[in-house]
């Protein structure tokens, strides 16, 4: 809304200035005042409006010719005292609300300069309880009165703002417009103040337009037209006598009052009857023609406001009807249909409408129709025994307050008859164009500033139950308990003797299934194959027998074989944080799993990681959960003597990289880093030795548990970067997995040691620590400065002088090992050639991407930064 | 309370004043307004010891400031506590944030 100032406004615009710099002058000094200083001001402000609730009644009355003194007075003590009642414990100042579960606190910040309107149904009662809520939250606020009650309204927050100036309030934290012909005027440039914070808008309908075109924050109310459902199963005395006290409350102002009554035929002549008998006139069809006529304003369709407030008898003389003195209500029944009836709108004085129905549908729906001719949001009721319906009801009606059992109108003021937030203000919603369905009170007069601490995830550390870890381990098949067993294989595990191992250390009585299909990359179509065996032979107890393959594809066979029902498509989502992923997996297994590997690499036996390919998308999916973790593992490196040379190193330098990537990760446990400590130093001592010696057992052993220790540490630590870019490039070039990470450890080492371009985003990782950790590894190592292995124990400390030297350290210690073994440390080694490489990089740097192993990385590797790490990766390396 | 220092600006030599508040300001102080009527120099507030301030005392200072612009008078405020600093900020007065330290033209915050 633009308002602009024209000439004749300069004193007025003189006099806003004046209010709002009066105001805005105590909202902040009020900044200082605790809650101690608040409580006391409220209490003298109730006190004083409680003295006076008789004299502010009839000042309304006599203002505004509306209403009934009693009620007046009855809604002034609603607005002192049931509203002191319900605020006066309420925290207001400093914090305001703690979450311990959520590590969380609320502080109060007030709003700061609030305009109020007040309207001519409630002048007084309005001014009393938006004062109250005001000093309660630390707010200023200004009242802009109704043109016809401003004295009456004026009055009312004199008396308040005394009693609170004495204890100690604010000078001038409560303002007024004075009653003139250019009030509202006054009120327009209030509303575009640049001292105004707020508008808080209760009165017409357009004013509060006026109020939320401002462009300020308004807490409008809407207009009002209440449904009032009477279902079969009430009991009609206690409606009528409810509907009486509410709708001839003040004379029928109050706009959550009945309007239209909704009634079940069973009952409709008991209840109209009823109605009869305490007072009320039941206007024949004609009569409700003249009381149309009367109290709707023909040309907006909406009541007309001489009406408002008006006693039955002034109503009916008007109309031209003959009733009984002190009729308290008109009663009119609406024939036809409802939609169209002129008297289906709001009326606020004590004439009520009520249809006849013959079902709850038809009473839903009629409800409904009422509902929605201009009262949505505001107020319902419904008088019924039956839970069912009551519910229905409160499902399909849109109201900020449905009324069970009970008067709408002293109901939806709250306190008296339910513990409905006292109020004299009642947010609609969007169904009223309202922000808030509330009954408005000091709630929503402060800005909530919420403190949140850093959220610390509770670390953990699971790995397989039982792990049997000496050569000849195998044994252990002996005493498992299993009657019928599935071992899973692939082809090269039969010739290698490994599958007879096991087969003859089964218990006689068990019955055995093979399935040795499992290639390379295990395939869901793979699972579903073996999956049939299964359903067949339905075994308690899996085997699996092989490398990384074998035993994930056992997993998720074991998984799929225990929940037939489980779908591929929901625990495969890719996900930013584990603990916040979507995918929902079962809870535990039955069937056991014992994996036995047969390669020192993946440490698959002890990890939750379970990678397939989807055979219909070609997708590579990762599937991670404690329910993929296998129940017994069988290290036994008398199966991996057989093992070849490269396959020995490649998988090597798969769990070296494991170590590697779980020490720097953004979840390492000190758990994890001693694994991924002690696994290095194994792998840096047994490797060379099992190359040289390759049936050596005691090498083997050692290689073969520090597989299984690196398969701990990622199991719980996951992966990073590195794992990224060697799923990417195997992937496409079809690299063997170890030796794909082998050509990328010394760049992202070098990587990782940097100060990242892009920190993690990760609460648990507060120090990054990625130098410091390999230095570590260097130093447990005990490697020199030129990175030789110098022998345990003399390996430097780290210091911030020498972290970078022990970080070089550590590069050299690992291409002296990969020349060692023979390990290529470039993807020129791999025979890839440059036009295919740089043909397929920005698919590799997109692969990488988007791997989970990313995740838990040091540094969020960017774009150019996996394309670096592809291109640094290519050309045959240097020693660093 | 009352400190005098000569400070040298150019060739000009001028009188320096600064004035400690003793406490919440609540009310016009005559010691101030007594120090305006005389002082030829420049002003400075010390907030050390003000923990609160009052609608009036928000009043007499912008009332104050004036009457120093008038003057000549520059005055500035030193050590102003947080509590109160927030209510300046929220009080919106030009004048008073000027005694700040902030500038009277350019972006503000
Ligand atoms: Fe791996």
Known sequence: MTTAVKDNDTSLMERVNHLTRQARLAAAVFSQYSQEDVDRIVKAMTAAAIENVEKLARAACDETRMGLFEDKMLKNFVASEFHYHQIKDKKTVGIIREFPEDNMVEIAEPVGVILALSPVTNPTSTVIFKSLAAAKTRNSIIFSPHLMAADASNLAARVVYEAAIEAGAPKGFIGWVEKSSRLRRETELMMVHPEVDLIFATGGTQMVKAACSSGKPVLGVGSGNTPVYVHKSTNVRQAAMDIIISKTFDNGTECPSEQTLVVDREIADSLIQQFKDYGCHDCSDEEVVKVAETIIDARTGGMNYRMVGQPANFIAEKA????????????????????????????????????????????????????????????????????????????????????????????????????????????????????????????????????????????????????????????????????????????????????????????????????????????????????????????????????????????????????????????????????????????????????????????????????????????????????????????????????????????????????????????????????????????????????????????????????????????????????????????????????????????????????????????????????????????????????????????????????????????????????????????????????????????????????????????????????????????????? | MTEKKKKESGAAVKEQMSFRLPGPLVKGLDDVDKLMASISGDLQLDFSDCTFISVEGLEWLEEMLLRAQSKGVSVSFSNVTPSVYKVFKVAHIDSVMGACGLPISGPVC
Request: hydrophobic share 40%; aromatic share 8%.
């Open chain 1, 320 to 880: 031209g009807i003959t009733v009984a003195p002190e009729t308290k209500i008109l009663l009119c029944q609406m024939k036809g249909d409802l939609r169209q009836h002129k008297l289906a709108v709001e009326k606020l004085m004590p004439v009520l409408s009520y249809v006849v129905v013959d079902s709850v549908e038809d009473g839903l729906n009629r409800a409904l129709d009422v509902n929605y001719a201009g009262g949505t949001g505001h107020t319902a009721g419904i008088f019924s025994e039956d839970e069912d319906v009551i519910e229905q009801f409160g499902t399909f009606i849109n109201a900020g307050r449905i009324i069970v059992n009970s008067p709408t109108s002293i109901g939806g003021l709250g306190g008296i008859y339910n513990n409905l937030n006292t109020t004299l203000s009642f947010g609609c919603g969007t169904g009223g164009g309202n922000i808030t369905t509330d009954n408005v009170g000091i709630k929503n007069l402060l800005n909530y500033k919420r403190v949140p601490r850093r959220k610390h995830f509770t670390l953990s550390f699971q790995t397989t139950k039982n792990i049997y870890i000496n050569p000849g381990s195998i044994d252990h098949l002996r005493t498992i308990k299993t009657k019928r067993a599935f071992v899973v294989t692939s082809r090269s595990a039969a010739r290698r003797g490994h599958l007879s191992m096991v087969l003859e250390r089964l218990p006689q009585d068990c019955r055995v299934d093979v399935f040795s299909e499992v290639g390379a990359e295990p395939e869901w179509s793979t699972i579903e194959q073996a999956l049939q065996v299964m359903s067949q032979s339905q075994p308690d107890t899996v085997i699996a027998l092989g490398g990384g393959s074998v035993l994930d594809a056992a997993k998720v066979m074991r998984l799929f074989h225990d929940y037939p029902d489980l779908k591929l498509k929901e625990i495969a989502f890719n996900f930013l944080d584990f603990r916040h992923r979507m995918a929902e997996f079962p809870k535990g297994v039955k069937t056991q799993l014992v994996a036995i590997p047969t390669t020192s690499g993946t440490g698959s036996e002890v990890t939750p990681f379970a990678v397939l390919k989807d055979t219909k998308s070609q997708r590579k999916l990762s599937l991670i959960d404690e329910t993929l973790l296998p129940t017994v593992a069988i290290i036994d490196a008398n199966l991996t003597k057989s093992l070849p040379r490269d396959i020995t190193s490649d998988t090597a330098f798969d769990a070296l990289t494991h170590a590697l990537e779980a020490l720097v990760s953004t979840v390492a446990s000190d758990y994890t880093d001693g694994l991924a400590f002690e696994s290095m130093r194994l792998i840096f001592e047994a490797l060379p030795e099992v190359l040289k010696n390759p049936t050596n057992v005691v090498w083997r052993h050692k290689l073969h548990n520090a597989s299984c220790l690196a398969g701990m540490a990622i199991g719980n630590a996951s992966v990073g970067v590195n794992h990224a870019l060697a799923h990417s490039l195997g992937g496409h070039f079809d690299v063997p997995h170890g030796r794909a990470n082998g050509v990328f450890l010394i760049s992202t080492l070098q990587y990782n040691a940097s100060i990242p371009h892009k920190f993690m985003v990760q609460s648990c990782y507060p120090l990054w620590v990625a130098d410091e950790k390999y230095a570590r590894a260097a130093q447990f190592l005990g490697l020199d400065e030129d990175g030789n292995l110098a022998g345990k124990g003399k390996g430097e400390k780290p210091n911030a002088s020498n972290i970078k030297q022990l970080n070089l350290a550590l590069r050299r210690a690992i291409y002296d090992l990969s020349i060692q073994c023979g390990q290529p440390m470039s993807i020129a080694e791999l025979g890839i050639s440059q036009e295919n490489f740089a043909a397929a990089m920005p698919d590799l740097v997109r692969g990488a991407f988007e791997d989970m192993a990313v995740r838990t990385n040091p540094a969020v590797p960017l774009f150019e930064d996996l394309k670096d790490l592809f291109i640094n990766a290519y050309a045959p390396r240097q020693r660093p």
